[in-house]
Structures are given as C-alpha cells and as structure tokens.
C-alpha cells in the first residue's frame, strides 16, 4: 500500500512542523465521569476538525456499539483531520477499528500493547519474545486494512531501553507509520523522557521513515513539559486533550501546548496548524459536554487566566497590557482582559472601572468612593459592577440631600 495518507511535517516555514492528535474523545472519555452522549461527540469532533487539529482519536470502537458509532460517524464528517480509532494488539479489534475508520477520507488505525516488564508479568502474562510476535502479526493486520497505522508502547517511560529498541524496530518493519511512546503512567521527567525519544530515534533501524509520537499523561504535573522535551527529543506528533482531560490526572492539555510554542516560538522553533482564537470555545465545548469544570487559574483557558486583582498589576496593566500579559486575551479566543474590583485593587483601577461604567467624578468624590469601596471589599468576597453602581449612585444621591 502506498504512504499518500502520511502527513507531511516538512518544514513550510523555518519552524519545523509538529501534528496535534487530539484525544479528548478517547483518553479524555476515559477519565471517570467524563461520558460523553453521541452528539456531544459530533459535536467536539466537528470543533477540533475546524480548528486544525490534524489527528482526531475519535474512539475505541470494540469498546462498545456506541463508540463504533461515532467513530464511523465522525469518520464520514470529518472535513480534514485523519481520524483514529484505537485498537488493542487484538485482531478482534483491529478488524472493528478498520471498519470504523474506513468512511474517513483519511482514516487511521492506531493498536498497542505493553512493552514493560511490570505490564507483561502482571498484565499481560507474556515474555517479551511473545510480545514482538504479537506486535509484527497486529500492525501487519492493521497495515493490510490502511496506510496509515500508529503503534504505540504502552508504559515505554518503563520500559528497558534495549527492548524498547527492538519492540520499535519491529513495529516499523511490520509497516507502522507513527511510532507513540507513551509515558502511561505519568512518571517520567522531562530530561529522560526526550532522551527516550533521542536514543530510540539515534538507535532503531528505519526510525527516519516514522513519526515519533509523544503520548503523556500528567500523574506528577508533568504532561505538558514532558510533551515539549519529547519535540525536543525527536518526535513531532503531540497527543493532548483538551483542558487536560483523560485517565486519573490527566493528559497533556492541548491549548497549554498550542500556547507555549506559539508563544516561545523564539526557544521552541515549532509550531502547529491549531487556531488559538478558538481554544476558549473549545474548552468551554469539552466542558459542558463533559460536566467537568475547568479550573479558574487552568492555563490559557481557565477563568482568571487573563484576570488581573491586585492593585500593583492593575496599575502596569493600565499603563502597558505586556506589563503582566505574555500573550494577548484575543490570541486565545477571549474578548478581553478583566481587572477584577477587590480588595487587592488601586485607585487607578477603581478610577478605570468607574470610567468604564459611565461615571465621571472628581478627585474628592473619587477618594470617598473609593474608601468606601475598600470597605465594602474587606467584607464581600466577589465586588459586582452592580455593587460598584449601587455605592457611586448613593453618594451621588447623597451630595444632593
Ligand atoms: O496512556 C497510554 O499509554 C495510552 C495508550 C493506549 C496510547 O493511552
Ligand atoms: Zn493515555
């Protein structure tokens, strides 16, 4: 079969090119609670295709007749992304995959097992020659159905390095096209899981004809690190979710890493196809399909991401917005940055909000309001406009009496 469906990630610009897999509707709908109905699928995939997203994971379709369905849905909606389905090293499921996924107008299939000795006493029962075995005869399987077929090492982070090598190198010969090393377990560091990727790719034969994919979940904190230093490492496939979601802490955050190359694009020459402009309404998509709230400091998309309370930030971001703001609020999708009346704000932030709000006053009706304002927040968690409205217009009224 020929390799037509691959995804170029030459260089278009002098930034090298790294693909999004979004997993939001696989490893996101893992975490406990996080089903999401058949429309809300449609509906994230539909987002995530029109965003740039370039790998959707839509489902494990020999999970359940439902998740067949909408993987065989969003295969024949999808517009541009290539559409996954996920498939264990079983050749049940790797013909229920491919099925799935045939209606795509790039479909994927993309199978796993476990390559660590933990995994394979416990789990999977199996020696490591069993397992390479295993691994020729289901990525041969799934190479027969498409062209495009993703293997990945469940556990790679503990997997001996020398087996690692050749579970990869037989993966590539039975003709995977993206190669993911998952850190499953949310262990690794950011130094040794892009040495993962350096060794793996300096050490395999054929590495140079594949794709290495990262895959980190966030157990430490540190999917989203880990992620960028496994670019740095090599590979050029990223696999997030969106606001994190997935399997116990989650998964690498997809606008968290969209931000960070676009925003450090001087350190990290990489960039990808994803619009930020529509990162909040994704997030506030995946959320409300989902019923799990994102976090109000949550990079990039939480709630006070671009809120500003206290009085010395206030003041600078009044003066100039880069004072305490690396990327601007429009970049991300949201209408504007908010200085939040409390009782950490300053008068020229007071001064701002009453301006903002219609009201004019002098300098010594602006101080009264202001110390009653300061009052008011030592006592109210949350200063509404209305309560601002309600303490301005009475001493307005009050001036009259
Ligand atoms: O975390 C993991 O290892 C996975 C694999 C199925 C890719 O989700
Ligand atoms: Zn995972």
Redesign the pocket.
């Known amino acids: 079969m020929s390799n037509d469906n691959r995804i170029s990630t030459e260089r278009a610009t002098n930034k090298a090119r790294v693909l999004i897999f979004d997993t939001t509707l696989r ?1 996101g709908e893992q975490c406990p609670g996080a089903t999401m109905t058949f429309e809300e699928k449609l509906d994230v995939a539909h987002m995530l295709d029109k965003m740039g997203v370039d790998i959707i994971e839509a489902g494990f379709p020999i999970a359940s007749n439902g998740d067949f369905e909408a993987v065989a849905e969003i295969a024949r909606r999808s517009e541009n992304a290539v559409i996954a389905g ?1 498939a264990r090293a079983i050749s049940g499921d790797i013909a229920r995959c491919g099925e799935a996924v045939r209606f795509a107008r790039r479909p994927r299939i993309h199978t ?1 097992v476990s390559t660590s000795p933990i995994h394979l006493a416990h789990q999977m029962r199996k020696t490591e020659e069993e397992v390479l075995e295993i691994i020729t005869a289901t990525v041969k399987q799934a190479r027969n159905l498409v062209d495009d077929v993703e293997w ?1 090492a ?2 790679a982070t503990r997997t001996p390095i020398d087996y690692l090598c050749r579970a990869v190198e037989a993966a590539i010969r039975s003709g995977a096209t993206t190669i ?1 090393l ?1 850190d ?1 377990v949310g262990y690794a560091t950011p130094q040794e899981y892009g040495d993962m990727f350096r060794q793996i790719i300096n050490r395999v034969p054929g590495a140079e004809k594949v794709i290495f994919s990262t ?1 980190c ?1 966030n157990d430490l904190g540190l999917a989203v690190a880990n992620s960028l230093a496994g670019i740095e490492g090599g590979a050029r496939q990223i696999e997030c979710t969106i606001n994190g979601i997935g399997e116990r802490a989650g998964n690498a955050a997809l606008e968290e890493i969209v931000m960070a190359l676009k925003v450090r694009g001087d350190v990290m020459p990489y960039e990808t196809r994803v619009e930020g402009p529509m990162l909040t309404r994704a997030s506030r998509l995946v959320s409300a399909a989902t019923s799990f709230p994102v976090q109000y400091n949550k990079a990039i998309v939480g709630k006070n991401a671009f809120a500003h309370e206290s009085g010395i930030h206030q003041d600078g971001m009044l003066k100039n917005k880069e004072t305490y703001e690396i990327m601007t609020p429009a970049s991300v999708g949201v209408s504007k940055t908010s200085l939040v009346m409390g009782k950490h704000s300053g008068r020229a932030a007071f001064r701002d909000k009453l301006s903002e709000m219609g009201y004019e006053l002098g300098e010594n009706a602006l101080q009264d309001a202001f110390t009653r304002f300061k009052e008011l927040a030592d006592r109210k968690k949350h200063v509404y406009d209305e309560d601002i409205e309600a303490l301005v217009d009475e001493q307005i009224a009050s001036a009259y009496d």
């Open positions: 490893d996920l796993f990945s469940m556990d993911n998952p499953t895959h979940h």
